[in-house]
């Protein structure tokens, strides 16, 4: 099923570039979600039978649901990162490629991001292009919608980032799943407060710019600091098994 | 200076400072809670708005206090068992997550006891009280993952990863009660302040935190001292140990 080769594996030298490596990653992990398109369909549907939970649960007003929806497609958007992400090294680790991923000679923290970006282009990109129509579901207006849209675009890959060092973490346990939500949710919380704050803003009508910038600025720091987790965690699960 | 580096790392070597020290710390953190209890339940003033109820504080300051503290020390630990792979380390992060996740629990049940007759309500999603309540979380994580992997070593250097990783959240709790659009209700007392309050009033804190620190002291010797027992069993002079206990 998931026997596509890293290409830089036969290679097994420094020789290939650090960026090549991680291209090489990147392309077979796209390679490998593109045949199994159930599991890139899965969190999506997800996403929108949670969100279709809130109006149906809750109350279908107008009046609540475009006060708290710009919330619930946060929520729901977190929870589809959350289930997506066993996903992450599950396979890989299964079958032993993830292996030969830690003895590449170029440094694992860049590999993960290449695949932590892999798996946010698979998860977060669609939840994002899929938020404007659940958001006209929710009665959100145009204003909330794109900064809804523009706050995904930076968190999910915060979400993604986060994760990956979680899913490292409990790698090859058992009831991962749920151990994997009980680690990552508190860290998650934080982008989830400045992702709402920033739409609650936006549709008081005060200016986002601050709250944007502080957004990439949490971005900025999980993309420098997240894969140097993540690798430390993955060496650690594996040398547990 | 190398050697006590190297003193430290052996859990036999601790075993025995710890012992001495031990009835010092715990004799010491009783009579300092006592003092600030009674000092602070009987003879502090009464709060001229908030009456007698604000006597909480002697319990509820101390147990957020220690709360935030042992997981900064928990970080600190994490990073010495990642650096320099020291037993003792990884002991006491295991040792004190339990006490840090009760002491959280703590201070969130009598914030919420003295928040009723105060605010008129037992929770509100204020951004400190949410703060507290992630760090509880967290603690929540740091054990379950501790139990969740069977090797003690790797559980060791996966749970020193997740406490770090959990670091990143202290200055955003810390800040967030200016970040967050809330209903917020200003910081009652910070110590790193000229307390607003009386000096009455805020040296029978200050001893009930002192107290309190002996006492957490305490918990994580005799709890670091179990964990060394367990772990250190087939070890001779552990063997030794017990059968001198027991004859």
């Not at chain 1, 090489?24 to 996403?47: H, I, S, W």
């Not at chain 1, 998650?188 to 944007?212: D, M, N, Q, R, S």
């Not at chain 1, 502080?214 to 999980?222: I, K, T, V």
Request: charged content about 10%; some cysteine.
């Amino acid at each position: 099923m998931n026997a596509e080769a890293y290409p830089t594996a036969g290679l097994a030298s420094s020789s290939v570039s650090a960026l090549a490596a991680m291209k090489g990653v990147f392309a077979r992990d796209m390679k490998v979600a593109f045949r199994q398109k159930q599991d890139l369909l899965n969190p999506l549907l997800f996403f929108i039978m949670v969100v279709t939970l809130f109006p149906l649960g809750v109350s279908p007003e107008v009046s609540f649901l475009s006060e708290a929806g710009a919330g619930i497609l946060w929520v729901a958007a977190l929870l589809s990162v959350l289930l997506s992400l066993d996903h992450l090294f599950r396979h890989d680790f299964d079958d032993g490629t993830l292996e030969q991923l830690v003895l590449q000679p170029q440094p694992l923290f860049l590999l993960i991001l290449a695949k932590t970006l892999a798996h946010w282009m698979l998860t977060g990109l669609p939840l994002v292009l899929l938020t404007p129509i659940l958001g006209v579901m929710v009665h959100l207006d145009g204003n909330s919608i794109a900064v809804l849209c523009l706050t995904l675009l930076i968190g999910t890959p915060i979400l993604s980032l986060i994760g990956a060092i979680g899913a490292a973490l409990t790698l090859g346990l058992r009831s991962a799943g749920v151990l994997l939500s009980l680690l990552i949710i508190p860290l998650y919380i934080p982008v989830l407060i400045f992702g709402t704050g920033t739409v609650a803003a936006a549709t008081e009508g005060a200016p986002v710019g601050a709250y944007l910038a502080l957004m990439g600025a949490f971005l900025m720091l999980a993309l420098t600091l997240a894969p140097f987790a993540a690798a430390a965690a993955l060496r650690i699960s594996l040398s547990n098994g | 200076m190398w050697q006590i580096f190297h003193k430290l790392g052996s859990p036999k070597w601790f075993f025995g400072i710890s012992t001495r020290f031990m009835p010092w710390l715990l004799v010491g953190g009783v009579l300092l809670l006592l003092a600030g209890a009674i000092w602070g339940l009987a003879f502090a003033p009464k709060d001229y708005l908030q009456g007698n109820s604000y006597r909480i504080i002697f319990i509820h300051v101390p147990a957020a206090f220690l709360a935030q503290s042992i997981y900064i020390m928990m970080a600190s630990a994490a990073i010495v068992t990642l650096v320099w792979r020291m037993k003792l380390a990884d002991m006491f992060v295991k040792a004190v997550a339990p006490v840090g996740l009760v002491l959280t629990f703590l201070a969130l049940f009598t914030g919420a006891v003295w928040g009723k007759p105060t605010w008129g309500t037992w929770w509100i999603w204020d951004a400190r009280l949410t703060s507290m309540l992630i760090l509880l979380f967290l603690y929540g994580g740091v054990i379950a993952l501790d139990r969740a992997i069977t090797d003690d070593k790797s559980a060791a250097r996966a749970v020193a990863v997740l406490v770090l990783v959990g670091v990143v959240n202290i200055p955003i709790i810390k800040y967030s009660v200016e970040w967050w659009n809330t209903l917020h209700q200003p910081a009652t007392f910070k110590l790193t302040e000229k307390p607003s309050m009386p000096a009455e009033m805020w040296v029978p804190l200050l001893l009930s935190v002192l107290g309190l620190y002996l006492v957490f002291g305490w918990l994580a010797c005799i709890r670091m001292q179990t964990e060394i027992l367990s772990r250190e069993q087939r070890t001779r002079w552990v063997k030794e140990l017990v059968m001198k206990g027991k004859s």
